[in-house]
């Protein structure tokens, strides 16, 4: 009897071969693909961070992508301005004069209506522009870490006519501080040395995080944001839990998941410009009474920063 291949073997022989071919090929494919996941407790700055590369790495965005976000920005500041109102109730704060009073009642008359996509209409600007130069207002926005705004509020209403203009057009600054939850999984892909990068950001809040379990699989790279601005607020969830003490608590657990025992392990502390301004304002003592170094931005960043404050058995050296 001969050794040769029968007839009937070469087919199956055939399909065994074109499977390792595609074996080998999916694994020198999944060898070029760094996937880095971002996690971090909500409004943390993944998102940003996404807008970011996007800006840098994606080729920026379109006009028709950019028309899409007008929107997103308009119900930004409109909601930044009634979350301001409504904490002026709670500190019993009144506005500084009776147009301002008026003008209360236009924010808050203002729901989800057309000048989301057809502009801000000319009431809504005037009212905007009147409360954000009212002594009552600026009282309560100054105590902004008592209460849940979006830290880009002052931005905005800095330059609300920009805004209010029918032909307004979000840049790229705009783009990057504007404010929409993420929920789901998101993904950015680009290549930079013949290495694809696969960057997948999940949404923070509590609600998305048992969606996290699901992503990490193949993850070569976590990157974990703290907004470290976030020393003196708490959390929309529960207003009596610390919202950096969350932060690094969820840290911690992230760094213990038995999921992640193969993956490096990135602590990024975001949102440092906020955290050297308010040093001035809300003393960091006050959350963290063991230190003392004053209003000093070094000293504070290196107080946070100490290694053992925070352990990783996969962080990054």
């Known amino acids: ?53 996007k800006l840098v790495r994606g080729g920026g965005y379109s006009h028709d992508e950019r028309l899409i976000f007008k929107p997103i920005i308009l119900e930004n500041i409109v909601r930044s301005m009634r979350s301001i109102l409504e904490a002026m109730a709670v500190f ?14 236009v924010i808050f008359m203002q729901g989800q209506r057309s000048y989301l996509k057809d502009g801000m209409p000319h009431e809504v600007h005037m009212a905007l522009k009147s409360l954000w130069n009212d002594a009552g207002v600026q009282q309560c926005y100054a105590r902004c870490s008592e209460y849940q705004v979006m830290d880009t509020a002052g931005y905005y209403f800095d330059e609300i006519d920009r805004f209010a203009d029918r032909h307004f057009l979000p840049n790229d600054e705009d783009i990057v501080r504007s404010r929409l939850k993420t929920t789901g999984i998101n993904e950015f892909h680009f290549t930079a040395d013949s290495l694809t990068y696969r960057i997948v950001d999940i949404g923070g ?82 959350y963290f009474p063991d230190y003392e170094g004053g209003s000093n931005y070094t000293r504070a960043c290196h107080y946070l920063y100490f290694p053992g404050r925070y352990h990783d058995p996969n962080a990054l050296e």
């Not at 074996?23 to 943390?44: F, I, P």
């Not at 019993?92 to 009642?105: K, R």
């Not at 038995?258 to 304002?281: C, G, M, P, Y």
């Open 92 to 105: 019993e704060i009144s506005v500084d004069n009776s147009a301002a009073a008026q003008y209360s009642h």
């Open 1 to 53: 009897m001969g050794c040769g291949v029968s007839r009937q073997e070469r087919p199956e022989q055939e399909r065994n071969a074109q499977i390792e071919a595609q074996l080998k090929c999916d694994w020198a494919l999944q060898n070029r693909e760094l996937k880095v996941l971002m996690l971090g407790a909500g409004d943390s700055g993944k998102s940003t961070v996404m807008k970011q590369l």
């Open 205 to 286: 809040q509590r609600s998305e995080r048992k969606k996290w379990v699901h992503c990490f699989e193949d993850v070569k790279l976590v990157l974990f944001l703290v907004a470290i601005s976030e020393y003196d607020q708490c959390l929309y969830e529960d207003p009596t839990v610390n919202r950096m003490q969350e932060a690094l608590d969820l840290f911690k657990d992230t760094c213990e998941s038995r999921w992640l025992k193969q993956a490096a392990i990135q602590l990024v502390f975001n949102k440092t410009d906020i955290f050297r301004e308010k040093l001035f304002s809300s003393p960091l003592q006050n």
